[in-house]
Structures are given as structure tokens and as C-alpha cells.
T-cell receptor
Framework: QQQVKQSPQSLIVQKGGISIINCAYE??????FPWYQQFPGKGPALLIA?????SEKKEGRFTISFNKSAKQFSLHIMDSQPGDSATYFC????????????FGDGTTLTVKP | KAGVTQTPRYLIKTRGQQVTLSCSPI?????VSWYQQTPGQGLQFLFE???????NKGNFPGRFSGRQFSNSRSEMNVSTLELGDSALYLC????????????FGEGSRLTVL
């Protein structure tokens, strides 16, 4: 049973555009929702994260929107740049079980110049 | 501060062999988790160790095992390798502050022939 569903699988955006990736979770016990960015040949790296007590978090060009009632959260990348081309994973965990995170299947983002 | 170090980075084995992968976490991090990454299955949780004890375990067969040493370094072992074990094996460490963030290494790419 997949507990975190991510869409789309791939995304192509023009430079300067907005990239939007969505995730839905099932387990209401999750209380930490991070997004990881992975470049080829590298391990995933934390990009931004949110806890369910807030509906939105913004860090530079990256924003997480969180809808607790719908059990959904999304990543918005404003003014997308070619350097943002990477694979993005949403994840969910219990704070006390950070080591056991459940990941979405990933979204490959390509930003065209 | 040095990041998470995984060795070896690449290895090729044949079916039936066994393999041992090593992970050195960030200094001060006592939690080490292992994930299997494949194109079809995404990031799948294998197990987590904390202070030399397995704290969580994913849904993998008993051929997959691990351990953690007193200096927090961890190893994972896969016995009787199968073709389907070909994957990128990622190690991640996290701090005892339970912030939820995982710090990943660059992974060990295993190919089983």
C-alpha cells in the first residue's frame, strides 16, 4: 500500500515558469512533510519542509502548500531555472521516526532555457 | 562538517554472491537509515539503526540485514544476490534532535549480473 502518491511523474517547464508538483498522503499520523531534490549521481537533499500546523511555507523561490483536510501538499517552484532540473521527491514521516520516511515515486523536472 | 560517506560507490556482483555496503554518518548523528532506490519502486525504506539497535525495519526479505557500530558507522549486507537487487542503495543519517531531516550520502550503485 503506497502511503504517499506523487504526481506528475515528469514535468517540462519553460524558464521563468512555475513548476507545480503534488503529493497526497493517507496516514494522518504523519507530521513532517519534506521535499527532497536529487541531481543525477547524487543523493537526495532536503529542499524545504512543512509541519501540519501551517498551511504554507516559503523559502526563496520554493513554496510548500499544505491542505490538512484533503491530506495533500504541493511544491511550487517560481521563476523556474534550468538549474532546477532534477528529480523531486515528496516524503512524510512521524517526527520521532524521521529515519523511517515514506517517499513518493519522484517527479523529473526539466526546465527548458 | 563532512557529509554522509558511502563506500563503495559502484560494484558489480553475480547472482548468489553477497555484498556489504558501508556508511559513515555525519559526525554526531546517531541514527542511520538505509533506502533502496530503483526506477520502478522509487525510494524504499530498508531499516534504521540508532545507538547500535535496529529501530525500524521495512518490508524486505531476511537476505537484507544491517548493523551499526559504536561509532555510529553502519553496514548493510545482502546475501544470495538476485537480479532484482540491482539498485542504488542510499544511506541517510539524522540528528538526535529529531528535526525530521535526513542527510543522504551519494549512494552505492549495485549491479547484479
Amino acid at each position: 500500500q503506497q502511503q504517499v502518491k506523487q504526481s506528475p511523474q515528469s514535468l517540462i517547464v519553460q524558464k521563468g515558469g512555475i513548476s507545480i508538483i503534488n503529493c497526497a498522503y493517507e496516514n494522518t499520523a504523519f507530521d513532517y512533510f519534506p521535499w527532497y531534490q536529487q541531481f543525477p549521481g547524487k543523493g537526495p537533499a532536503l529542499l524545504i519542509a512543512i509541519r501540519p500546523d501551517v498551511s504554507e511555507k516559503k523559502e526563496g523561490r520554493f513554496t510548500i502548500s499544505f491542505n490538512k483536510s484533503a491530506k495533500q501538499f504541493s511544491l511550487h517552484i517560481m521563476d523556474s531555472q534550468p538549474g532546477d532540473s532534477a528529480t523531486y521527491f515528496c516524503a512524510a514521516s512521524w517526527n520521532t521516526n524521521a529515519g523511517k520516511s515514506t517517499f513518493g515515486d519522484g517527479t523529473t523536472l526539466t526546465v527548458k532555457p | 562538517k563532512a557529509g554522509v560517506t558511502q563506500t563503495p560507490r559502484y560494484l558489480i556482483k553475480t547472482r548468489g554472491q553477497q555484498v556489504t555496503l558501508s556508511c559513515s554518518p555525519i559526525s554526531g548523528h546517531r541514527s542511520v537509515s538505509w533506502y533502496q532506490q530503483t526506477p520502478g519502486q522509487g525510494l524504499q525504506f530498508l531499516f534504521e539503526y540508532f545507538s547500535e539497535t535496529q529501530r525500524n525495519k521495512g518490508n524486505f526479505p531476511g537476505r537484507f540485514s544491517g548493523r551499526q557500530f559504536s561509532n555510529s558507522r553502519s553496514e548493510m549486507n545482502v546475501s544470495t544476490l538476485e537480479l532484482g537487487d540491482s539498485a542504488l542503495y542510499l544511506c541517510a543519517s539524522s540528528s538526535t534532535a529529531n528535526t525530521g531531516e535526513l542527510f543522504f550520502g551519494e549512494g552505492s550503485r549495485l549491479t547484479v549480473l
